[in-house]
T-cell receptor, first 112, second 115 residues
């Protein structure tokens, strides 16, 4: 079945460092890909998405590119802030469905 | 715009007791989801409603879990009897349906501890 594998954490960074969280997927057809973020004490919220190959999703300085040839959707940010400390989840939904399958999540802590 | 509301936020029960969670989706959202998030794991879909009908409940342990969505708006998820392994955060999400409107919006969750 469809699944997502993402980089294990926790990840600890200093402010202004570069962040990359790896995400690879297994799916038939052409799934949509998502990154969700969960800030401390808050609910999950959509960070960015891409619905077809080579699409780039971006939001709040984060970017991820849908790479079908490597079945990947890595999340990147060039300069993180303390406020980026959160748990990040990679997810996919099948091409003919809206159900989400999530990865295990990566905890990111940014220190001032 | 009000978000997805859930209550209670926290619940502690003994094993074999029963518990119920409530969810109020965003107004106008036809689709409602319940997820179970065990500590250290990503959310896992339990059940999906479209209006007041069940679309997918293949991952719902039906011997102990039940869910309903009255009048296609609010929903309740019940566990009876609870087991230790049911300790988790239960997330409710809602979405519009069709086209680009399928982004799921999540509530804050209910953290259940079964002792």
């Amino acid at each position: 079945g469809d699944s997502v594998t993402q980089m294990e954490g926790p990840v600890t960074l200093s402010e202004e460092a570069c962040l990359t969280i790896n995400c690879t997927y297994t799916a038939t057809g052409y799934p949509s890909l998502f990154w969700y973020v969960q800030y401390p004490g808050e609910g999950l919220q959509l960070l960015l998405k891409a619905t077809k190959a080579d699409d780039k999703g971006s939001n709040k300085g984060f970017e991820a590119t849908y790479r079908k040839e490597t079945t990947s959707f890595h999340l990147e940010k060039g300069s993180v802030q303390v406020s980026d400390s959160a748990v990040y989840f990679c997810a996919l939904s099948p091409s003919n469905d809206y159900k989400l399958s999530f990865g295990a999540g990566t905890t990111v802590t940014v220190r001032a | 715009e009000a978000g997805v509301a859930q209550s209670p936020r926290y619940k502690i029960i003994e094993k074999r007791q029963s518990v119920a969670f409530w969810c109020n989706p965003i107004s106008g959202h036809a689709t409602l989801y319940w997820y179970q998030q065990i500590l250290g794991q990503g959310p896992k879909l339990l059940i999906q409603f479209q209006n007041n009908g069940v679309v997918d409940d293949s991952q719902l342990p039906k011997d102990r879990f039940s869910a309903e969505r009255l009048k296609g708006v609010d929903s309740t998820l019940k566990i009876q009897p609870a087991k230790l392994e049911d300790s988790a955060v239960y997330l409710c999400a809602s979405s519009q349906t069709g086209g680009e409107g399928y982004e799921q919006f999540f509530g804050p969750g209910t953290r259940l501890t079964v002792l």
